[in-house]
């Protein structure tokens, strides 16, 4: 048997967090997570990302208008064509993201993303059919389910794949260093649906886009966090040789 210590035991203990105290994080702890992050590798160690930390009133005010635009897009996609066009031409509704956040998936990916939206209801003791428990469920993504701080991760566009794929280590560095110092974290690609209240608030570089949102906090006692969905069998991660 191999030996192994804290990456793995990182590894296997973090998971999305979706309750969280309110107690802040301190800044020298936040500030350790992110050096800690910075050690992730990049192409050519061309680092194309930058985040915008929001803690505090700044955070509670992103917070307050994200959670305010879901609920009113929410409202448009119930209400008829006419009302919807005069939402649309208010402004502020539709996503203002630099990237799409609202997929098709293709059957296969289609499937695991519904097992885990259902574990994750289930969970939570949601019936499917109950669209107001998962529409208050899903608004919880908007005020980072009650985390005092948010992350909102850019990633430089000229570089294409690459610069997302950086980003994405850059990512997964900064939720393990979280886990290791007793921090919950949640990744979430819902908080880059509308980008105007974060670019209202930070100085953005040209070309950086708004790629995924990260909760950081501490960890409620709330049975969402004991949702750990399953990875499939090794078996269907490997292709098979052709012949
Ligand atoms: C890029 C990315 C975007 C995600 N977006 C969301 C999100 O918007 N809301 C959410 O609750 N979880 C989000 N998640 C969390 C995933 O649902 C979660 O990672 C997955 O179900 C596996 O569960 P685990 O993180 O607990 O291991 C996201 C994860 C990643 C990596």
Request: aromatic share 10%; net charge positive.
């Amino acid at each position: 048997m191999t030996q192994t210590g804290a990456v793995t035991e990182a590894l296997a203990n973090r998971r999305s967090i979706r309750a969280f105290k309110p107690d802040p994080v301190p800044e020298d702890l936040l500030t350790d997570v992110l050096e800690t992050a910075l050690l992730a590798p990049s192409w050519g160690n061309v680092q194309p990302y930058r985040v915008a930390v929001a803690s505090g009133e700044v955070a509670k005010e992103i917070g307050a208008e994200l959670t305010a635009r879901f609920n009113t897009a929410a409202k448009v996609q119930r209400a008829g064509l006419f009302a919807k066009f005069g939402a649309l031409m208010k402004g502020g509704v539709k996503p203002d993201g630099d990237f799409n956040t609202i997929m098709k998936y293709p059957p296969e990916l289609g499937a695991r993303y519904r097992d885990t939206g259902h574990g994750l209801y289930g969970t939570l003791g949601i019936e499917r059919g109950d669209k107001a428990a998962r529409h208050a469920q899903m608004a919880r993504n908007f005020s980072f389910f009650d985390a005092p701080t948010a992350l909102f991760v850019f990633c430089e566009s000229s570089l294409g794949a690459y610069s997302a794929l950086d980003t994405g280590i850059f990512l997964q560095s900064l939720a393990l260093a979280a886990e290791e110092r007793g921090l919950g974290t949640c990744m979430q690609a819902a908080l880059a649906t509308w980008a105007g209240p974060v670019k209202a608030r930070f100085d953005i570089p040209e070309n950086y886009k708004l790629i995924c949102g990260v909760s950081v906090g501490y960890k409620a006692d709330h049975k969402v966090n004991s949702f750990a969905p399953k990875r499939r069998p090794l078996d269907e991660l490997l292709l098979k040789p052709k012949g």
